[in-house]
């Protein structure tokens, strides 16, 4: 077979570290497709839109190309990996059917991907970012990279054929050496015992068997002082050696360990749970199926789809599947979870249409349905069912859990907040832009991220606040507002490269700000690949897009927010967003109607009122217009022509030149 193997890959993308690797991962302004094979085949479009084949077999086809790509492979290849017990052309026809099936399924998206001749085929992987191509670049800088690269290859596509499943194994192999030299060049790296100690469990995670990364492990624990960390990392030991190698660990590590008996100083009290200090602990229950034509699949598959979607907002913290399932059954679900919230719902069918009703649980004290809604969609596609539904509930139920956690915490009040609890007290304030508690918003964030300077949201939404600080005129020295809410963005991304809100933030900061706006279309792919079920993300890539003239393509983005979240809790801004193409494609009368609308939500944010004074300008109603300046400079009184051409982040001059006329026909000077 050796005649057969392979070509070995070629990447024609040249190699950097930092900012450059990090866009490889990102998926630049041309990405159309992102796969990702660590765990479960994924595929899907930036806009979110699931582009995976029905047929394992067609994904396993997708998965070798793109685990080849740019090479070539055979189609003889092919047809042996998957169908090594059908003669030649039978083999051979499949391979056919299973690629017309892959050009269905990707779809406009996918024009141009998948190259094929008489006796090759090959995935073109401009455009396209594949997880288990990207990652192992990043493994030894970015922990989080090492920490995916854990996940089980294709987890979902095992038993399709002998020769398939033997590729799959030394894949598998393959990236796990990758992530193992990865996290052995990082433990020996590591200058502390506290590092050592992280280091060496990251190996352990890989290759429990590396006996002394275990001796590491208990010097680095005995080396901080906690003795009892050392003694459990010691009977962990142990019990890996007894259970999964049934033997012991030699001589010298139990000889290690014995040295360190003695009083042994007492477990210092447990730290708080993550939920309690950095997020709301979530668990989606089983949807329960009502009728005689229900579908346990759709019920099985939406809680699944909906569980996978929500941990991709990075502050939630989301309770295992099966373990929200096993407890439910048992009736013991909120006590022996400690759950703050729960999801839980009904699916019912009855000819061609689907019905699912969900609700959202908080179970502090007084329990309570804080949120509900009901789905109706047509049965004739499950699994884009499930996509759409799932990313509308988590996009709606996303604000919802903050706004209620931010509330609790402000009429708390703890004596000793964490940089997580004064973070939520913070953002109310955000939301009503009231000056006055706009500014000790700014106090509260300020401290955070001095409290704590690894916590990434903290820092992204310390550089969200500076953002409308210099919206609505409040910024007393623009140009050093400017250079601190870039670097607040900087910092949210550099402590956290995944959390796709502080990309989106990061991404408005350059755009509306700076005026970087080709940068910011970049971040704002990055974030969508991510999350792309983030109303945010979606509303500043619209913006970005219409400042370089790409209107259409805004409103497009604007509209798939208002899908996702129609009545998100930021609607105010984010209602705005529709205004600045709409504007520059003419179109006054409904910039004149959407304006009164958002102004409607919240009177006191200044950035809708100059969108609507220019429209009101080239429409000729000079006394509405007149309004309209009175109650923008209400908010922002040293707003002028000259100050609205310096901060307009438009690129296209036409736009620009359009927007000034409008506002000095409006009678601004």
């Not at 609308?597 to 969108?611: E, I, R």
Request: glycine share 6%; net charge neutral; charged share 25%.
């Amino acid at each position: 077979m050796a005649d057969l193997a392979l070509r070995p890959v070629q990447d024609s993308r040249p190699s950097a570290a930092g900012d450059a690797a990090l866009a490889v991962a990102a998926a630049l302004p041309t990405t159309r497709l992102r796969i990702t094979m660590l765990g479960r085949m994924d595929v899907r479009a930036l806009t979110g839109e699931s582009l995976l084949p029905r047929s394992r077999k067609t994904r396993a086809v997708l998965a070798v190309l793109a685990m080849e790509s740019p090479g070539v492979v055979l189609r003889q290849r092919l047809s042996e990996l998957l169908w090594s017990r059908r003669g030649e052309e039978q083999a051979r026809g499949s391979l056919r059917q299973a690629l017309h099936e892959l050009q269905d399924a990707l779809g406009p998206e996918g024009k141009g991907l998948i190259l094929a001749t008489r006796e090759t085929v090959a995935l073109n992987d401009e455009g396209v970012w594949t997880d288990a191509r990207a990652l192992p670049a990043l493994a030894r800088d970015r922990p989080e990279a090492l920490t995916l690269l854990q996940a089980e290859l294709l987890s979902d596509l095992d038993g399709l054929d002998a020769a398939f499943d033997a590729w799959l194994l030394e894949q598998r192999r393959r990236l796990r050496d990758i992530a193992l030299d990865a996290a052995t060049a990082r433990l020996a790296a590591a200058s502390t015992p506290e590092a050592r100690a992280q280091e060496a469990r990251r190996v352990l995670a890989l290759d429990p068997a590396q006996e002394p990364v275990w001796r590491i492990l208990i010097r680095a624990e005995a080396e901080r002082g906690d003795r009892g960390a050392a003694f459990g990392a010691w009977e962990e030991c142990r019990r890996i050696f007894a259970e999964r190698f049934r033997g012991a660990p030699s001589p010298e590590t139990a000889a290690l360990a014995e040295s360190l008996r003695g009083e042994v100083a007492p477990a210092p009290p447990p730290a708080p749970r993550r939920s309690a200090a950095r997020g709301a602990r979530l668990g989606v229950l089983p949807f329960k199926v009502l009728g005689e034509e229900a579908d346990a699949e759709v019920s099985l598959g939406l809680a699944g789809e909906i569980t996978a979607a929500l941990a991709r907002f990075r502050w939630l913290a989301l309770v295992d599947s099966a373990s929200v399932a096993a407890l439910e059954r048992q009736g013991r679900l909120e006590d022996a979870l400690d759950l703050d919230f729960s999801l839980s719902g009904t699916v019912q069918r009855a000819g061609g249409r689907v019905r699912v009703t969900l609700r959202l649980t908080d179970h502090r004290p007084p329990e309570a349905v804080v949120w509900a809604e009901r789905f109706d969609r047509d049965a004739g596609d499950l699994l884009a069912l499930q996509d759409e539904i799932a990313a509308e509930v988590v996009a709606r139920v996303d604000p919802e859990i903050l706004l209620i956690e931010a509330n609790r915490a402000a009429a708390r009040h703890a004596v000793t907040p964490s940089a997580y609890e004064m973070l939520l007290r913070a953002i109310p304030a955000i939301y009503r832009l009231d000056r006055q508690a706009y500014e000790q918003a700014g106090v509260l964030l300020a401290e955070a991220t001095r409290l704590e300077p690894d916590y990434a949201p903290a820092f992204a939404w310390y550089a969200y606040w500076h953002l409308f600080l210099v919206g609505q005129g409040w910024a007393p020295n623009d140009a050093e507002v400017l250079a601190k809410s870039e670097e607040l963005a900087s910092r949210a991304v550099a402590l956290d490269p995944s959390d796709a809100q502080a990309l989106a933030i990061l991404g408005h900061v350059r755009a509306f700000l700076h005026h970087r706006v080709a940068e910011a279309v970049t971040v704002y792919e990055r974030a969508l690949a991510l999350n792309p079920n983030l109303p945010m993300a979606w509303v500043f890539s619209a913006l970005a897009l219409s400042y370089r003239g790409e209107h259409q393509e805004a409103l497009r983005r604007w509209e798939r927010y208002k899908r996702l979240a129609p009545l998100h809790p930021h609607a105010f801004f984010f209602d705005s967003a529709r205004l600045v193409p709409l504007l520059m494609m003419r179109r006054h009368a409904e910039v004149d109607a959407a304006a009164r609308q958002v102004t409607a939500l919240h009177a006191g944010f200044s950035f809708p009122y100059k969108a609507w004074l220019s429209a009101l300008g080239h429409l000729g109603r000079r006394e509405e217009a007149a309004e309209v300046r009175r109650r923008l400079l209400a908010i922002e009184p040293d707003f002028t022509l000259e100050k609205a051409r310096r901060r307009a982040p438009l690129q296209n001059e036409a736009d620009l030149a359009h927007y000034l006329e409008g506002l000095r026909r409006a009678g601004l000077g």
